[in-house]
T-cell receptor, first 113, second 114 residues
């Protein structure tokens, strides 16, 4: 059974204080690892897809990296508007694109001005 | 980009009544739609997968007679919560596969059963 574990559960940072969020996964036949941002009362918003170990992707203050066992979401000099829950999800299977995602429980990030 | 429109955004209903939630793909055809449920401070749990023109596939522990899913066309999937009870109160979200971008999610429906 696919498993995704995110840590920490919650993280409070001062504005400008860089940090990393962790996503550990156990899956048979990883097809893709996804990062989403979710604001309260809204659906998840796509951030990144990573496919293979060693891959990195960046978007503004966020950078996602992937190894064979885990992924990190690095946030550099965060701003209050970066406050949200960050979700990690994995996709496995042979029918790429139509297989379900298995989500972690998320990291609630709060950036204090 | 691809958009999934989900309605209503919130609904309050009396115990024992039924509620229908709609998800429409606005600028693409969604042959598959995933339905998730999310309790406060918890992650998304897949309930079922709907496929246009065929029966939905339900995850273990999800009552198919209680959560009726209909994928009537390539742009519309619906979830009906029948005989709702307070324990069904939750945040329901639909999502459609988008290839390498993962999945596009609806904005969610907050259901409160009183």
């Amino acid at each position: 059974e696919d498993q995704v574990t995110q840590s920490p559960e919650a993280l409070r940072l001062q504005e400008g204080e860089s940090s990393s969020l962790n996503c550990s996964y156990t899956v048979s036949g990883l097809r893709g690892l996804f990062w989403y941002r979710q604001d309260p009362g809204k659906g998840p918003e796509f951030l990144f897809t990573l496919y293979s170990a060693g891959e990195e992707k960046e978007k503004e203050r966020l950078k996602a990296t992937l190894t064979k066992k885990e992924s990190f979401l690095h946030i550099t000099a965060p701003k209050p508007e970066d406050s949200a829950t960050y979700l990690c999800a994995v996709q496995a299977g042979s029918n790429f694109g139509n297989e379900k995602l298995t989500f972690g429980t998320g990291t609630r990030l709060t950036i204090i001005p | 980009g691809a958009v999934v429109s989900q309605h209503p955004s919130w609904v309050i209903c009396k115990s024992g009544t039924s509620v229908k939630i709609e998800c429409r793909s606005l600028d693409f055809q969604a042959t598959t739609m995933f339905w998730y449920r999310q309790f406060p401070k918890q992650s998304l749990m897949l309930m079922a997968t709907s496929n246009e023109g065929s029966k939905a596939t339900y995850e273990q522990g999800v009552e198919k007679d209680k959560f009726l899913i209909n994928h009537a066309s390539l742009t519309l999937s619906t979830l009906t919560v029948t005989s709702a009870h307070p324990e069904d109160s939750s945040f329901y979200i639909c999502s459609a596969p988008q290839g390498m971008r993962g999945y596009t999610f609806g904005s969610g429906t907050r259901l409160t059963v009183v």
